[in-house]
């Protein structure tokens, strides 16, 4: 009877994993994850002011339709002469997930003189429509420009 008792025990918790397991195969995910490469041209991006951590890639962890998540960065002009900034993404992966997802930034367009860093933040924004993309990645590019 005990041995009876033992394989209906051992069969009930094997039935419940597999059940567990084939309704996660069914279950669709309602978080995305991202680490994002970052590329600075003509520029220094850090995440201190002191100028001391390179940022080369933004994690965004796992995101919800509709959430957004921020990072603030610090931007240096460490030339001499004065320099414009400007932004752009690329190599979506997967490439739908551009219609989805927009990045932002604080940066207003001001002129970056020499020898200078001013604080940035950069927003990553998902769409509350966001559909059949679970994880996703892409290059942050940003570029200085010199003002001439």
């Known amino acids: 009877m005990p041995a009876v008792i033992a394989v209906m025990l051992i069969a009930g918790i ?3 994993l597999i059940i567990v397991n084939v309704r996660s195969l069914y279950q669709t995910s309602s978080t995305i994850s991202s680490v994002g ?3 600075a041209i003509g520029i220094g991006v850090y995440w201190d002011e002191d100028s001391t951590r390179i940022v080369n890639t933004l994690d965004w962890g ?6 957004s998540k921020s990072f603030t960065v610090y931007i240096s002009n ?6 414009t900034l400007t932004i752009s993404t690329s190599n979506w992966n997967p490439s739908t997930a551009s219609n989805y997802l927009t990045l932002k930034w604080s940066y207003n ?3 970056l003189d020499a020898d200078t860093t001013i604080p940035v933040t950069i927003t ?3 769409s509350p429509s966001i559909s059949g993309i679970n994880a996703f990645d892409f290059d942050i590019t940003a570029v200085a420009t010199y003002d001439n």
């Not at 796992?62 to 959430?67: E, I, Q, R, V």
């Not at 460490?78 to 320099?83: D, E, F, M, R, V």
């Open 109 to 111: 367009g001001q002129t």
């Open 124 to 126: 990553l924004t998902v």
């Open 62 to 67: 796992f995101l919800t339709a509709g959430s």
């Open 78 to 83: 460490k030339g001499a002469l004065p320099l």
């Open 37 to 39: 490469t970052f590329k």
């Open 14 to 16: 094997l039935s419940g």
